[in-house]
C-alpha cells in the first residue's frame, strides 16, 4: 500500500514537472511550490499575463505592455519566472532588463540566474548549465544571455531578443519634464539599438519588448509609446498586428463588466471587482484610495493617468482641530530661509509642528506659520519670538540658501539675548537648534507630494487659530506638483517632518518605548 502511494507521487511529480516545462503558468506554480517554498497569493491575472508572455515567444507579439498595481506580481511573473523559463524553451535566447532601481535591477537578475542554476529547476530542464555567472551579466553554455542595467545605464556591445523594461520611472519622479524624457531618450536612443530582429546574431529573430509598469503620467513611456502608434495609424502607416503595442490594462477596480480572453483562456469580471482580492479587497482599495487621494489612486491602481493640475490637495480632506482639543505633543520648529537673505527673495517661513504617537501611527499638528518677505533683522526677531512662544521645541533651520548665515547670526543674537535676558531676570532662550543639509535626491515638490497621505488618513490637522493657517491651506490648494514654480515655501517649511529621520513623537508612558517617527505607509512608492 505505502509503495503504491509512493508511486503515486512519483508519477504525479513527473507529470507536474512536464506540464511546468510546457506552460509557464504550471512553471510558476512549480517554482513557487518546491523552489520558494512559501505560499502563493493565486490569481487569475497570472495566468491571463503568462498566455500574453507564452505569445511573446512564439514570437506572435513583439510588442507586449503589462499596466497594473504595484505589488501585484508582474516583476515575479515577467522577470524571476518568465526569464528562466523561456531559458528552458530557447537556451540561446538574448535577454536585457531594465529597471529605474539599481537595486532591483541586480535583485532579478540574481534571482533568476540563482534559479536556473539550482537542483528544482534542473529538473525541468538539466541541459541549461550556467557559464558566465556575474551578479548582472551572465550566460548559458548554449548561448543565451542575459543583462541587467538601470534606466540610462550603458547597453554598449550587448543585445536582446527580448527587451524588458520594468518600471522605469520613479513614482516620486513622475512630475518631472526632464526624468520622463529621460527614460523616453533612453529608450529610443540606447535600447532599441540593442533589439535584435533578423539578422545573423539573432537566434530567435524575436525583436521583442515587454514593458511592465504602474502608470505615472499621461506622458510617461507607455503614453509617450502609444500616442505614437496612434499617430502613426493616423497618417496611414502600416504596423503588422504583431508589431502593434498589444496593451494589458489591468485596474485594480473596475466600474464596468470586463472580459479577458486570450486563446482558450476566459475571464469575465462583473463590475466592482477588485483585480487581486486576495491581495486587496475591496474595503482594502477603497482605503488605499483614501490614504492616497483620488488623483495618485487613479493612476497607479486605476492606470487612469490624466492632465496634473491644482488640486492635489483637496480641500475637503483638511482635518482641524481646536486648542481644547489639543494633547501633549513634541514640538519642533522648521525654518525655511528662502534662497537668500535678499529683500527680494521668495517669503521665509517659519512653521511649528507638534508629533505624537498614538496606536503606533504618527499624529502631525500644524501649531503655527509664521512667513513673510522679510528683511534679515524682522527674520531674526521673528525666530527669537517663535523660540520664546515654543521654549520646549527643537529648532531646524534647512542649511540651503541663507540658512548657514542665519543660523551664524542668530546664535550670536542668542548670546546678547540671554546674557540680557540673564542680568534683567527674564527667561532665557534655551532651544536646541540645528541646521541640516536638504536632501538632493528629494525635489522640493516631491517632499510635498509626501504630505498626502497625512493629509487623506486626517493624521496631519491644522490648528484652528494658528498664525499664517490661510497661507498653508492657500499654497496647499494651488500647488501642481508638474508646475515649476510654486508658492510653496510654507508647505515645504512643512514638509520637513517627512524628510528628518532624527525627529520623535511624544509617547505617552504607557507605551513600552520610545519609537522613531512613524512613517506613511509607502506601498504606493511616493
Known amino acids: 500500500m505505502e509503495a503504491t502511494k509512493t508511486l503515486d507521487n512519483l508519477e504525479y511529480q513527473l507529470l507536474e514537472r512536464e506540464f511546468a516545462r510546457r506552460n509557464l503558468k504550471a512553471f510558476l506554480d512549480y517554482k513557487m511550490k518546491y523552489y520558494d517554498q512559501k505560499p502563493f497569493l493565486d490569481n487569475w491575472h497570472y495566468e491571463y499575463i503568462s498566455e500574453h508572455l507564452t505569445q511573446v515567444?512564439?514570437?506572435?507579439?513583439?510588442?507586449?505592455?503589462?499596466?497594473?498595481?504595484?505589488?501585484?506580481?508582474?516583476?515575479?511573473?515577467?522577470?524571476?519566472?518568465?526569464?528562466?523559463?523561456?531559458?528552458?524553451?530557447?537556451?540561446?535566447?538574448?535577454?536585457?532588463?531594465?529597471?529605474?532601481?539599481d537595486d532591483l535591477s541586480k535583485e532579478i537578475s540574481m534571482n533568476a540566474r540563482d534559479y536556473i542554476d539550482n537542483k528544482i529547476y534542473k529538473n525541468l530542464f538539466p541541459d541549461n548549465k550556467l557559464n558566465k555567472k556575474q551578479n548582472t551579466d551572465w550566460s548559458l553554455l548554449k548561448g543565451g544571455t542575459f543583462y541587467a542595467t538601470t534606466v540610462g545605464g550603458a547597453v554598449t556591445g550587448k543585445h536582446a531578443d527580448i527587451l524588458i523594461v520594468d518600471d522605469p520611472l520613479k513614482a516620486s519622479d513622475a512630475y518631472s519634464r526632464v526624468e520622463r524624457q529621460r527614460v523616453i531618450d533612453y529608450y529610443n536612443n540606447s535600447l532599441l539599438s540593442r533589439l535584435l530582429t533578423n539578422n545573423e546574431k539573432s537566434t530567435a529573430s524575436l525583436g521583442a519588448v515587454i514593458i511592465i509598469m504602474q502608470r505615472l503620467h499621461k506622458d510617461d513611456l507607455c503614453g509617450y509609446l502609444l500616442k505614437?502608434?496612434?499617430?502613426?495609424?493616423?497618417?496611414?502607416?502600416?504596423?503588422?498586428?504583431?508589431?502593434?503595442?498589444?496593451?494589458?490594462?489591468?485596474?485594480?477596480?473596475?466600474?464596468?463588466?470586463?472580459?479577458?480572453?486570450?486563446?482558450?483562456f476566459?475571464?469575465?469580471?462583473?463590475?466592482?471587482?477588485?483585480?487581486?482580492?486576495?491581495?486587496?479587497?475591496l474595503s482594502q482599495l477603497e482605503?488605499?484610495?483614501?490614504?492616497?487621494?483620488?488623483?495618485?489612486?487613479?493612476?497607479?491602481?486605476?492606470?487612469?493617468?490624466?492632465?496634473?493640475?491644482?488640486?492635489?490637495?483637496?480641500?475637503?480632506?483638511?482635518?482641524?482641530?481646536?486648542?481644547?482639543?489639543l494633547k501633549a505633543m513634541k514640538c519642533y520648529i522648521f525654518i525655511d530661509p528662502a534662497e537668500s537673505l535678499k529683500d527680494s527673495s521668495d517669503n521665509r517661513a517659519i512653521v511649528v509642528v507638534g508629533?505624537?504617537?498614538?496606536?503606533?501611527?504618527?499624529?502631525?499638528?500644524?501649531?503655527?506659520?509664521?512667513?513673510?518677505?522679510?528683511?534679515?533683522?524682522?527674520?531674526?526677531?521673528?525666530?527669537?519670538?517663535?523660540?520664546?512662544?515654543?521654549p520646549q521645541a527643537t529648532c531646524y533651520i534647512e542649511g540651503a540658501g541663507g540658512g548657514l548665515t542665519l543660523y551664524q547670526t542668530l546664535s550670536k543674537e542668542l548670546l546678547a539675548f540671554n546674557q540680557k535676558a540673564k542680568e534683567l531676570g527674564k527667561v532665557e532662550i534655551?532651544?536646541?537648534?540645528?541646521?541640516?543639509?536638504?536632501?538632493?535626491?528629494?525635489?522640493?515638490?516631491?517632499k510635498i507630494q509626501a504630505l498626502l497621505p497625512y493629509i487623506n488618513t486626517g493624521d496631519l490637522c491644522f490648528r484652528l487659530g494658528a498664525s499664517g493657517?490661510?497661507?498653508?491651506?492657500?499654497?496647499?490648494?494651488?500647488?501642481?506638483?508638474?508646475?515649476?514654480?510654486?508658492?510653496?515655501?510654507?508647505?515645504?517649511?512643512?514638509?520637513?517632518?517627512?524628510?528628518?529621520?532624527?525627529?520623535y513623537p511624544y509617547i505617552e508612558e504607557k507605551q513600552k518605548a520610545k519609537t522613531k517617527l512613524i512613517k506613511a505607509n509607502a506601498g504606493w512608492r511616493i
Not at 524571476?80 to 531559458?87: G, I, K, L, N, Q
Not at 498653508?472 to 508658492?487: G, H, V, W, Y
Open 266 to 281: 476566459t475571464h469575465l469580471r462583473t463590475p466592482n471587482t477588485p483585480l487581486f482580492p486576495k491581495r486587496h479587497n
Open 228 to 264: 505614437q502608434e496612434d499617430d502613426a495609424l493616423q497618417r496611414g502607416e502600416d504596423i503588422s498586428l504583431e508589431n502593434r503595442w498589444h496593451v494589458l490594462k489591468l485596474v485594480a477596480l473596475n466600474d464596468k463588466t470586463i472580459e479577458y480572453k486570450i486563446g482558450e
Open 57 to 101: 515567444l512564439k514570437g506572435k507579439i513583439k510588442r507586449l505592455m503589462i499596466m497594473m498595481p504595484p505589488s501585484y506580481g508582474k516583476t515575479e511573473l515577467v522577470a524571476r519566472t518568465f526569464v528562466p523559463f523561456a531559458f528552458g524553451v530557447n537556451p540561446k535566447l538574448k535577454f536585457i532588463y531594465t529597471s529605474y532601481s
Open 430 to 446: 534655551k532651544n536646541l537648534i540645528y541646521t541640516f543639509p536638504p536632501k538632493r535626491s528629494i525635489s522640493k515638490s516631491q
Open 355 to 390: 508629533l505624537r504617537s498614538e496606536d503606533r501611527r504618527l499624529k502631525i499638528v500644524m501649531m503655527d506659520n509664521f512667513y513673510g518677505k522679510w528683511n534679515h533683522e524682522i527674520f531674526l526677531k521673528t525666530t527669537i519670538n517663535t523660540l520664546l512662544k515654543y
Open 469 to 503: 493657517l490661510e497661507q498653508i491651506t492657500k499654497e496647499l490648494l494651488s500647488f501642481n506638483p508638474e508646475r515649476k514654480a510654486n508658492d510653496d515655501n510654507c508647505i515645504d517649511a512643512l514638509a520637513t517632518f517627512s524628510v528628518l529621520d532624527n525627529l
Open 287 to 325: 482605503d488605499i484610495r483614501r490614504q492616497m487621494g483620488y488623483e495618485a489612486f487613479e493612476l497607479q491602481y486605476e492606470q487612469n493617468p490624466s492632465e496634473a493640475k491644482a488640486g492635489f490637495f483637496k480641500e475637503e480632506s483638511f482635518s482641524y482641530i481646536q486648542d481644547y482639543e
